[in-house]
């Protein structure tokens, strides 16, 4: 556990690192008029070593899933909760009556 979050620390002090060089690096070449040029190699690996680093530790350090199934969620609820809650569920959609010719027609009347 503490060795994923000094990864994780240690990933974005590397990806700052990263990005202070890219800023000097392409601060020398405005210096000298030659923008146009791309990256060194040894920069974009830092870069990309830091944030598979990073997303590497953040997924072995993640808690694990719930489960948020319907089955899952009417076990844990007694029968007095549910029914109480049955009226008030909406399985019909009114945007056929809202959005139709005669719909639109009779509520502006």
Do not use: C
């Not at 000094?6 to 002090?13: G, M, V």
């Amino acid at each position: 556990m503490y060795f994923l979050r000094l990864a994780i620390l240690a990933s974005i002090i590397v990806a700052a690192h990263a990005a202070y060089s890219a800023y000097e690096y392409l601060g020398h070449l405005k210096a000298l008029d030659r923008p146009e040029t791309t990256l060194p190699l040894s920069i974009k690996s830092e870069a990309t070593l830091a944030l598979l680093v990073f997303l590497l530790a953040h997924l072995q350090d993640a808690a694990s899933l719930k489960k948020i199934g319907w089955s899952d969620r009417m076990q844990k609820l007694s029968i007095d909760e549910t029914d109480a809650k049955g009226g008030f569920i909406q399985l019909r959609n009114r945007g056929s009556q809202l959005f139709s010719e005669t719909g639109l027609q009779s509520s502006s009347t």
